[in-house]
Nanobody, 127 residues
Framework: QVRLVESGGGLVQSGHSLTLSCAASGHTFSDYDLGWFRQAPGKDREFVAAIIWSGIIKYYADPVRGRFTVSRDNAKNVVYLQMSSLKSEDTAVYYC????????????????????WGQGTPVTVSS
């Protein structure tokens, strides 16, 4: 089973940019679709973005579309989330998650379809 470790979180001013990374180990990275989710204080965890195993197709939640970009490097076993024009409402703990591509054909935004999660990295956007 793949293991995931996020990094890159921190404190950033509103309007600025930040890039998160999620490094994978332990299994063939290109077998997995990868998702980014976030959980703000006092709120449920929510979908942010996802990228299929090949990197060709990407999905975004409406609140981040046009500001966030998900990408992956299968040679380096890393998935990225580039976040720009950050807003205070983007403050959350960000998690990456993985699911085996060949076992899942449903929506990439559904948390329950992902069976491996990282520990999360916190992002705080100050206004």
């Amino acid at each position: 089973q793949v293991r995931l470790v996020e990094s890159g979180g921190g404190l950033v001013q509103s309007g600025h940019s930040l890039t998160l990374s999620c490094a994978a180990s332990g299994h063939t990275f290109s077998d997995y679709d990868l998702g980014w989710f976030r959980q703000a204080p006092g709120k449920d965890r929510e979908f942010v973005a996802a990228i299929i195993w090949s990197g060709i197709i990407k999905y975004y939640a409406d609140p981040v579309r046009g500001r966030f970009t998900v990408s992956r490097d299968n040679a380096k076993n890393v998935v990225y989330l580039q976040m720009s024009s950050l807003k205070s409402e983007d403050t959350a703990v960000y998690y990456c998650a993985a699911r085996l591509s060949r076992y899942h054909t449903g929506s990439h935004s559904v948390m329950s379809t992902y069976n491996t999660w990282g520990q999360g990295t916190p992002v705080t956007v100050s206004s």
